[in-house]
């Protein structure tokens, strides 16, 4: 039977006949509709006596364990009581009862417990500055005086009751209602005995309308494979992290001025198993880790992980911001994962989604009835482009969900960084929306202050909470000072993509080469903001689908000029300012577009021009890595200069970089004419060494001989105080190093 139709709230279940004298109280347990079942049921004094009520669906009898003594069923109920002297009946009893297939039951009363959540914690929570919110909100196995169980808390603030629905229980919203938590919206029951996998939902009934709505839990760390959405009931996890190392050097790491490199890989169509099935995260770990640091890359960055329901949606469509999907395994496994990648020197960057949410009845949408987490307008939100819905940034518990998420993911899963994925859709109340359809900010504007105040407050609690993390921002405007601190006016994110460098470079390069002297500025306009902000130059999975084709098939030309093509743009990326990002399967040069359906084409790397560009990449990736002119003033305007960017006729580039005390110099030839004895101006006097050319034969380039070292000639040439005569291959980029 459906979990989502199971349920046996009041309406559904088998029919029952009240007396017409039962007080209300009683009246609601039996109706599922009490707020504070605490009231009612469980140990009460009543007359100097002891009052022990219960309430159990589907039972015959039922009896106190300790004493054998019989409840009594209030006539035409579900409703058992006994009264008696309880001066032996211990403070946390036990109830032993018989169900309707004549199985017998034993196990402690859930009401005889008291509340577990502190007031400081509701207290923090209600003003949006609880950071380990996941650590009291949903479902934690506890121990209570030595009793074994599951603690569950939810926020429902729009709830008349909630209860706690699960395989234990029949799905049956009467069985364990939840007490409310005062005016904090927040409802919480201690359940001893339920075992660990065990699933479970949270039923609740709105306070307006009475309707039910059956809800897997917004702070689940583990849920069911799809296409169940339950969520799991798991003991803390057992991994023993082996990353000591690799965290404390994270604690200091400089990450302006380090390399960084970063392949963007989807788990699921990245490999697969012979049968096409998905790996788990550490089959996938070590396979990946393998290929990861045989290319040199520092980082890898998943597409979301976060717990969701379409393999299509990427991820992007989160619905379990507290759990990695259970698709490639476990939580422990992910752990694992991300373990072996550090001990390894690979960090983990992880997409998070906190700009919308699914529609999916069963998650967050109209929560408890009421639109909770997202705006009840759809002019603020929802996002009808994607079908998706936008969270209400202006509610403190709804900042308070997000940004115990980001926490939770650095702290409890080691994640090196969040790429926040679409940025710009939060900070404009226009986006995507025609004239109209959209509603001002208080001072008329179209900016998003309740989303702007968010990120500011996220990068300043996880810079804070978790130093030398990292939080990149995919967005796509002219937003001022993205990557600026807040207390200077910025949104205090760590890096931001590039999509105008990166835009620019793929049209330029999609141009046959006789026409690219026309198009020359569009190599040269990024310098004029390249240091306006920290970025990172993506060639991302945006690129390689829906149509807009593979890295290799943007590029004109014959087979060989392709392949010359795509050399030429990684050497021209990797020397570019910036940190670098490359989607899977774009280091080989894939044919086809991304297919999330199946894995890579892998069989390509049987041919020598595939595993040519894949070389390239690896040794691009080491000299960025090791040559400190090349990474060590990315954002900085010290580390760049002109040395030719005017010379479109020839479509040539010539540049240097700079560390302290290191020179490097990048020569581009963006055409497949060949240049002999071509002077370059060098700023310093000095012996120069080819350390890469991207038209060597090992690259199925064209081989054409170039020397190796070269002398500066005390010539002035292009602006430079000496030269150096150079031949330059067709389509190629190459690289020189100071000695």
Not at 16 to 31: A, C, G, H, K, N
Not at 622 to 631: G, K
């Amino acid at each position: 039977m459906n979990r989502d139709t199971q349920s046996m709230a009041s309406g559904t279940g088998r029919k029952v006949t009240t007396r017409p004298s039962l007080p209300d109280p009683l009246q609601r347990i039996i109706d599922a509709r009490h707020h504070d079942p605490f009231e009612v049921l469980g140990r009460h004094k009543d007359d100097g006596q002891t009052l022990v009520r219960v309430f159990i669906p589907w039972c015959t009898q039922v009896r106190l364990t300790e004493t054998g003594a019989p409840l009594q069923r209030i006539e035409g109920t579900d409703l058992f009581e006994w009264r008696g002297d309880g001066s032996n009946l211990p403070e946390h009893y036990q109830l032993t009862w018989t169900d309707n297939d004549g199985v017998e039951w034993t196990d402690y009363d859930p009401y005889c417990f008291p509340a577990l959540i502190g007031d400081l914690d509701l207290h923090w929570f209600g003003e949006g500055r609880h950071l380990h919110a996941y650590r009291f909100l949903g479902a934690h196995f506890r121990e209570v005086d030595g009793i074994d169980g599951v603690h569950f808390a939810v926020w429902a603030p729009g709830a008349e009751r909630i209860s706690v629905v699960g395989d234990w229980n029949r799905w049956d919203g009467r069985r364990h209602p939840m007490r409310v938590r005062g005016g904090s919206g927040i409802w919480e029951l201690f359940i001893p005995g339920v075992s660990s996998h065990s699933h479970y939902k949270f039923e609740i009934r709105n306070r307006e309308h009475g309707t039910i709505h059956v809800k897997c839990d917004p702070y689940g760390q583990a849920f069911e494979l799809r296409p169940g959405n339950a969520s799991l009931a798991m003991r803390p996890g057992q991994h023993h992290w082996q990353d000591q190392t690799w965290m404390e050097a994270r604690h200091e790491l400089d990450w302006l001025h380090a390399p960084m490199s970063i392949y963007e890989v989807h788990l699921g169509s990245w490999q697969r198993d012979e049968q096409g099935q998905f790996l788990n995260y550490r089959e996938l770990a070590e396979r990946l880790v393998s290929w990861v640091t045989e290319l040199g890359f520092t980082h890898i960055e998943l597409l979301p992980i976060t717990e969701h329901p379409l393999d299509a949606s990427w991820g992007y469509q989160t619905t379990g911001y507290f759990a990695p999907t259970s698709r490639f395994g476990s939580a422990d496994d992910f752990r694992w994962f991300v373990d072996f990648c550090h001990q390894h020197g690979v960090g983990v960057l992880l997409d998070w989604a906190p700009g919308h949410f699914p529609k999916d009845d069963w998650a967050l949408a109209r929560f408890d009835g009421s639109p909770l987490y997202e705006h009840e307008d759809p002019r603020r939100g929802e996002h009808r482009d994607w079908g998706t819905l936008i969270f209400n940034y202006g509610r403190n518990e709804v900042r308070n969900f997000l940004l115990s998420s980001a926490i939770f993911w650095l702290e409890e899963m080691h994640i090196d960084g969040l790429r926040v994925d679409a940025v710009a859709s939060m900070l404009y109340l226009d986006y995507s929306r025609d004239p109209g359809d959209w509603i001002p900010n208080e001072y008329g504007g179209r900016e998003n202050l309740e989303a702007i105040h968010f990120l500011r407050h996220l990068n300043e609690v996880t810079h804070s909470e978790a130093p030398g993390s990292m939080v990149i921002a995919e967005e796509s405007t002219a937003w001022p000072q993205v990557t600026r601190p807040v207390d200077v006016g910025g949104l205090g994110f760590s890096m931001k993509w590039n999509m105008g460098w990166m835009h620019d470079t793929l049209q330029y390069m999609s141009k046959e080469p006789v026409h690219r002297k026309f198009h020359h500025s569009q190599l040269t306009f990024g310098l004029l903001y390249a240091f306006n902000e920290n970025f990172v130059l993506p060639f991302s999975h945006d690129e390689v689908v829906h149509g807009k084709g593979s890295m290799l098939d943007k590029m004109p030309g014959d087979s060989w000029q392709r392949f010359a093509n795509l050399r030429l743009l990684y050497t021209f990326m990797y020397t570019y300012p910036g940190k670098k990002l490359l989607f899977m399967g774009s280091e080989f040069g894939q044919y086809a577009e991304w297919n999330a359906d199946t894995e890579l084409d892998w069989h390509l790397m049987e041919d020598e021009r595939h595993a040519g560009l894949k070389q390239l990449l690896g040794d691009l990736n080491r000299l960025h890595r090791y040559e400190p002119a090349l990474h060590q003033y990315d954002f900085e305007a010290e580390g760049f200069r002109w040395i030719d960017c005017n010379d479109a006729d020839r479509s040539l580039l010539s540049y240097a970089r700079r560390s302290d005390g290191q020179l490097s110099i990048a020569l581009m030839n963006f055409t497949p004419v060949p240049h002999q004895r071509f002077r370059l101006g060098v700023p310093e006097h000095g012996s120069y060494h080819l350390a890469l050319n991207s038209d060597a034969g090992f690259y199925s380039g064209s081989d054409m001989p170039v020397q190796s070292d070269y002398q500066s000639e005390s010539v002035p040439w292009m602006n430079q105080p000496v030269s150096i005569v150079i031949d330059i291959p067709p389509l190629a980029g190459l690289v020189l190093l100071k000695s």
